[in-house]
């Protein structure tokens, strides 16, 4: 029975994320206009069409999420290697139906490029999930580097999701561009802020070192206790900063620098603490950053109002779908330290709704704030992240209840 509801979760999750593709790649729908076409002319801006770096790599990476779940559906119980060509080939036939549906988009062209990039995606999705069962020889060291590092708990792997999701928000486009110039321009801010050119963005830093804590404050809690915290947390936030330095659209500011290093003393100051007090201090440190993130004016900027239509300027780009999944790990991080506290539905009902009011006040406060865009979808996400987080929580309590009676 537990099994059956797995797999109707994934068929379920399989239909929204597809419609979400559908909805995505051919928005705005009002802008299809049924005239004859050119194909000829459209046939070779097919073939000669380009794409930018990140272009690329986000039209591959956000089917990659399509071809991992339409092969754990279609493929539950006894994962096959033939089901990765069957994905490969449902990838194809859904890009190339999109890809034609997009000649009779205004302002839109199809791509070869793309068309490639999307069902590589879908063809990589499947191969992951193909190879992260737990049965995979890739399954068995990442379970074992887990047991090794980490706490037997569900709230490890819940705490290793906001952990990627975070890790996600911080390096997108995941595009590379390694050289002496670029690396120069993502340094820049650092260095004017350090000489004086830059004044120091108070709101950025609050946001930084309290985001920083929290996230430390998540492995403090699934770390194994002869593992040293702060240590971890250095070479990770290590990591990511210098990561930042070369990937596409990120920089490393002096604000970022400045709150690793204070984040780093937070954790080795907390290390020791009880698991409540941690749990307070991570839920007072996500609750500050996310204020400090969305109530930060942006000077010389006009005030915006309210976007009651969700998902527009969202679907304007690829990256924009991307963002709406990024944007739920706050959401996600406070769910996982009030799941510590408490697992009861009154909790989870309680605090969804506590979810809700506190996403409508920042969207609606920014109304008010100069260069600020309120927004629907942001309520609508943070909802999101906050059931996602709880849906897989009750996942993990079940499968487990489900091993307890087995035994």
């Known amino acids: 029975m537990n099994n059956i509801k797995r797999k109707n979760s994934l068929i379920v999750f399989t239909i929204i994320y597809t419609a ?23 046939f070779e801006n097919f073939l000669s069409a380009t794409s930018s770096k990140s272009d690329l790599l986000t039209n591959a990476i956000i089917y990659l999420p399509f071809g991992f779940l339409l092969f754990r559906t279609l493929y539950f119980d006894k994962p096959k290697k033939v089901g990765i060509g069957a994905v490969f080939l449902f990838g194809f036939l859904l890009s190339a139906s999109l890809e034609f549906t997009q000649l009779y988009l205004a302002h839109r062209t199809t791509s070869l490029v793309d068309l490639s990039l999307n069902s590589l995606g879908a063809f990589l999705g499947a191969i992951i999930a193909f190879n992260v069962t737990a049965s995979s020889s890739l399954g068995k060291h990442l379970i074992g580097w887990k ?14 999701l906001v952990i990627l999701f975070w890790s996600f928000s911080q390096l997108m486009p995941l595009v590379p561009a390694i050289s002496w110039s670029f690396i120069k321009e993502s340094i820049k801010p650092m ?22 804590s929290s996230i430390g404050l998540i492995l403090s ?18 990591f990511i900063l210098t990561s930042k330095i070369v990937v596409i659209d990120r920089q490393l500011s002096f604000e970022a620098l400045c709150a690793a290093f204070l984040s780093i003393l937070i954790i080795a100051i907390t290390e020791n603490s009880t698991i409540k007090k941690r749990v307070l ?25 309210f976007a009651w239509i969700p998902f527009v300027s969202q679907m304007k780009d690829v990256m924009g779908m991307l963002d709406l999944v990024i ?3 706050p959401y996600m991080c406070i769910a996982f330290f009030l799941s510590i506290y408490s697992q009861s539905q009154k909790m989870m009902f309680l605090g969804g709704f506590a979810i809700l009011m506190l996403s409508i006040f920042l969207e609606f406060s920014q109304t008010n704030i100069a260069g600020r865009y309120p927004d629907m979808t942001d309520i609508i996400m943070a909802m999101s992240g906050w059931i996602l987080y709880f849906y897989v929580l009750i996942t993990l309590q079940n499968n487990k209840k489900q091993k307890n009676t087995q035994t």
């Open 20 to 42: 979400l593709l559908i909805y995505g790649t051919l928005y705005p729908l009002t802008a299809i206009e049924f005239i004859p076409v050119n194909w000829s002319l459209a």
């Open 191 to 212: 260095l004017h802020t350090m000489i004086g050119e830059r004044p120091l963005d108070y709101f950025k830093f609050i946001y930084y070192i309290f985001s920083f």
């Open 221 to 238: 809690i699934m770390l194994k206790k002869h593992h040293s915290t702060p240590l971890i947390f250095f070479f990770f936030i290590v």
């Open 281 to 305: 201090f991570g839920l007072f440190f996500i609750l500050t950053s996310l204020l400090a993130n969305e109530l930060a004016p942006v000077l010389g900027r006009n005030l915006n109002s």
């Open 327 to 329: 944007g739920m790990w």
């Open 147 to 160: 047991k090794t590092l980490f706490i037997e708990h569900y709230a490890t792997s819940l705490g290793l």
